[in-house]
């Protein structure tokens, strides 16, 4: 086991490595001159040129190269060019706000989707299964962006219940430790919603099709034979077994959440990675950029790590080779 | 699994304190303040901060050598005592002594003294650090172009210094303001990295703020420097400032009276407010900025290739009588009608209105006329030969990308109206949208032919920086003219400002005529203001002026004071 | 089912019968289908007919178009303007559609006349045939048809040109099914035509001069005759009209005619209109245009490229597969919208049109899936025993991938692409959204959303309706992959217990 997981980690090192070469070259092949944000037009060139130097933007490619890759290796990630810090300074104010995000649009997206699943593949066939199959399709088919305007515009323009966008009140901090956590989970709603209910719609097939699959089996029918109730049936045997298939889907859905969190943090000013991101490109914040790029795929990557082993240990039938 | 129990819990727990909360409510916003921004401040170090943002909030952390105001009446900066306490001119004006106040101490509590003011403006004359206002001492003494530090400024005692100058101007004192950092802070801080120096996220000021927190693209929040004497410790206990990029998020919040104070309201929204939200104040500042379309008078092609050497007029903008076709061509008053409505205001030149002694009243703005716009561009050889609905000259039709910057609304419906505009007199234009840091860089490069931009104009008289030689830094169209070049000189050597004002009215009558840009209008921000705060003073200086008076009253009260 | 039989009836219905697609269904007993496609078929000659005079220019500015270039192509080439290209291709479409139409109709009657229902069906027509019995499937298709006929056909179904606005005092947030008042001025501007300063051969001034003005009234946004007024009065020789704030003098002899009923009229806004007082609808039927031949192009750039990476890893294996698969597997751990943002916004170059670039960014970041699903389809058509009998007969490799390999793998292609659409389209929405989309004022879904979200508590149309022609469209696509899935693999119906 122990040697399945080290394999797995190890293998994911070029895959990360290649990652950030990619991203690095990408970037600094970008037309805009990043020390513009710092100085204006009057100031000489030739200081001009000592703030290039000090910001490591004179030397060559390859040198920038080689130079960022060993800050990057041992967690110097550079000095971001327009927030005038430290990048590890502001990514650890953002990319918890990301994870909290994502891991509740994650946890929305499986619980929502396997409770869809398992209606539809009880029911099949009936009108309720048709219904909300639709349903997901639309829901499915829709740009994140505009049905988190269209939340806003119902919900918190004209209902007035949830808070439009941020993170949290004003105040917040000097709330009570409930108080906050309340005033979070309030903000938090929308996002998560938007961000988590396309997947599952798509979690929710998934599960349709596994449980179906499952229901079919001999050691079902052998249960069903035995007397079994319906529900004793489905969820101590049925259940258990289809949700196995399921757990490599917490690998999948992680890029497209993290890349859905661009959007839906856009759209709700929910102060994490994605909209930072989106500020950094628009300001060519090289550091951060490739910082943020780094993150997100060090995050898909665990994530994909993290559903294999899950998966290696929920199901004896996969070899550790 | 895990993560399902772990939901489940937090869930459990959400309801938990939704029930609870109910039975303790209370006003979390006592004391507080709650401004709102658009985009997060840069940096909090005034020697190298860049956004007015960040001036915005520094102007009360850091102390002030001056108390300054606007007089709208007369239209000029006033002076009052702040860390100085007076000051008086010897040696026919170019030496200024001040006499510092000797009881202003730091937020750790050491004392505020000259040397730290002499180190802050060695700080923003030194060309590594690069300060953004470098330029201000421009006119105190240089050594091999350097500002030279030790002959510029003398320290006579604890309390007394001076400051020599090469000539006497008016914006000597207005140069003089700029705010002093703690020496024992920055003492040893490297020069070149100074924007990224860790001290920049905890400044040490003096002033009636200081900093809580700064949370980035969050909040910046201030509290009370129960400390300071400069004048004296904010009444308002704390002061937050929220980052909310979104137009319509702030609006909403202002209305629901989670933010106080915001700017810009867009006028749009206006009679929305006024309807619906009498506890929203909505003030107007004078107009500061203006919007222009800069045509590139130079070829830009040339320039760029023969590095910055040859300068020639430019093929379509280089004609004055195109220049002014094209003013004519473009309905200034309908987009400012539909854009601003009463909150903006035609702009002739970029002398703003508040300037009452300098504005020359008899240049009347130009008027939209297409037909006399395709007269102008037929005397200049331009017509459409071959019927393409194109104006063509010697074979090349006259097209160009007109260039502004993504996000911002209105400069997009600028360039849209200005693209159907030229259309009816037969000129081509493409749009282009560039992100903002790309766009300005270009702009202060001369690359581009034409160009939206705002601009933002000082409160002291200076045209020098935009209508000097080609290389002053916001001369951004290539601008040439001899007579400008020598009224700016005689306009910026006089003794007092008042004594400018020919000049200055000459000057405006020549841009009025050679229209290097197309001024566009004067835009006057509109300020909601929740009435329960009190004592604010929203003026032509920002928001936060005199933020350290600002009070939390009944938003009933009529009491402003 | 028995067919009628075609002798007996009427010449007229003979006729019709046999040239009119459709009719021959109708009376097949194919009703649905018969419906759908007389209706598909009977549009072109309503759109021609409602636009008779627009329809009429294009062919004669094309016509002369085609003289110039035989006679005169230097001058055509000065005259030459791009934007009245959609004219031509909608005009074209407008005859060849209907054409083709009836030559497929034809080629079946006849086909059927010489074999009967019986005739041996292709792997192909077996899944049309599945295909069609899933309804909401072919209707997703039909949806999709009439979304592509739509985007070939803009400039004559569109009530006005998506940038024309004028007036936008009067104009801008009208809300859907609204209308105002227009007054028609007279057309007192003088044209410069002056030809003068061109050596033009005087044989062909005359045709240039007309395609001149033809390619003027065609591309002509309709508004500068017209002003559009909150309310106008008659006071004795002159129209005073408001218009915002102010109010506006027009001497009667300005207008058109002196009667109010010609001189005014209602402009009427379907969806309404937005900050600028542009028609939505107009709007959303150009935006159409960008969404659907970008999700396109994009779409068959991406199959491309994915399908030739995945053949050669598949096919050439060991070290290969292992280096195009590693690089696929690293370009997969990126959150592909990061990946489009960055190279989006690096390569944003002056020179290449922001349309280009989206298209080809998101051809070159959605090709991973595809080879994948190739390769694994390719892994094991490499064993069958045909493949291994072309080896052993000593087949290039070309000719085996090329004739054997790639026929085999096409369907999983076709169902993948499909379903593919959908995703890209809504990744160009986002980008729209993000403001980094296509160049405003040229309208695309995205964008047009993106300009309505600061307005939305004022005037919610603008952003919401794009949004649904997205879902619509993309659900559509979805609808589609599925129901071909379904059709090429009968395995799958077993799922469908």
Partial sequence: MLRYISRRVLSAVPLLFGLLTITFFIIRLAPGDPVSLYIQSDVDPQYANNLREALGLADPLPVQYVKWLKGTLTGELGMSFSKHTEVTRILAQTIPNTILLTFFALCFNFILGIIIGIITALKRGSAVDHAVNITSLFVYSMPEFWLGLMLILGVSLHLGILPASGMHAPMAKYLSMPEYVWDVFKHMILPVFVLGVASAAATGRYMRGSLLEVINQDYVRTARAKGLSEFLVIGKHALRNALIPIITLLGLSLPFLLGGAVIVETVFSWPGMGKLTIDAIFSRDYPLIIACTMVSGVMVILGNLVADVLYALVDPRIRYE | MSPRYLFVALLCCGLLVSCGNKSGEKDPMGETAVVALSGDADNLNPVVANSSTSADIQGSIYP???????????????????????????????????????????????????????????????????SPRRSYLESMIQTNDKFDVDKSIEIIDDTTMIFHFTRQYPLQLFHLNLSPVPRHIYRNADRKTLRANPANEHPIGAGPFKLEEWTRQQQIVLTRNNNSTLPYPAKLERVIFRVISEPTTRLTELKKGEIDIMRPVYPEDVSDIQENNPNIKLQTLPPRSYEYIGWSNIDVKEYQASGKKNILPHPLFGDRRVRQALTYAINRKGILDDQLGPYGELAVTDFSPVFRWAIQHDLIPYPYDPERARQLLRASGWSDSNGDGVLDKGGKDFEFTLYYNVGNKRREYVATMVQENLKQVGIKVTLQSVEPVVLYQNIEAKKYDAFIAGFSVGLAIDPADRWGDINSPFNTVGFQNKRVAELLKLGLHVATERDAGPFWKEIQAILHQEQPCTFMYWVKDIVGVNRRLKHTNVNILGVTDHMWDWMIGDPNSAVTY | MSEPSVVSSSPLLRFLHRNVPGVAFLRGGHRTFGYLLLGYFLCFPVIIFNTFSEFLRAYESMAISLYLLAVDTAHLVVFWRGDIIEHWVGALFLIAMPVVLWALNRRYLRRKALEGDEHELSQWALAWREFKKNRIAAAGMLVIIALYTEVFLCPFLAPFHPNAFQDGIVTKYRAPLSSVTVLHLKNDRVEGMEMSALQVNPAHAGAIRKLISLNRELTDEGFSRQQAVDAYRIEGANVMATVGNELVVLPIAKLVDSEPDKFASERFYILGTDSYGRDILSRIIYGSRVSLTLGFIAVLLSVTLGTFVGLTAGYFGRITDTVLMRTVDMLLAFPALFLILIIIAAFESVTVPRIVLIVVVLGLTSWMGISRLVRGEVLSLKEREYVLAARALGFTHHRIILRHILPNTLTPIIVNATLRIGGIIL???????????????????????????????????????????????????????????????????NERL
């Fill in chain 2, 64 to 130: 002030t050598m001056f108390d300054v105001t606007f007089n709208m009446r007369e239209g000029k900066l006033e002076f009052e005592p702040s860390l100085v306490t007076s000051w008086e001119f010897a040696n026919e004006g170019k030496d200024v002594i001040l006499h510092i106040r000797p009881d202003v101490r730091w937020e750790d509590g050491i004392l505020v003294t000259p040397q730290d003011i002499k180190f802050s403006y060695e700080l923003y004359g030194d060309p590594e650090v690069a």
């Fill in chain 3, 427 to 493: 990744v160009e929405a986002a980008l729209s959204y993000l403001n980094i989309g296509v160049q405003p004022p040229t309208a695309s879904w995205g964008n047009i959303i993106f300009e309505g979200k600061d307005v939305l508590a004022q005037a919610w149309w603008i952003s919401t309706l794009p949004g649904f022609a997205i879902v619509i469209v993309v659900v559509c696509f979805n609808l589609v992959g599925d129901g071909l899935r379904d059709a090429f693999d009968p395995m799958l119906n």
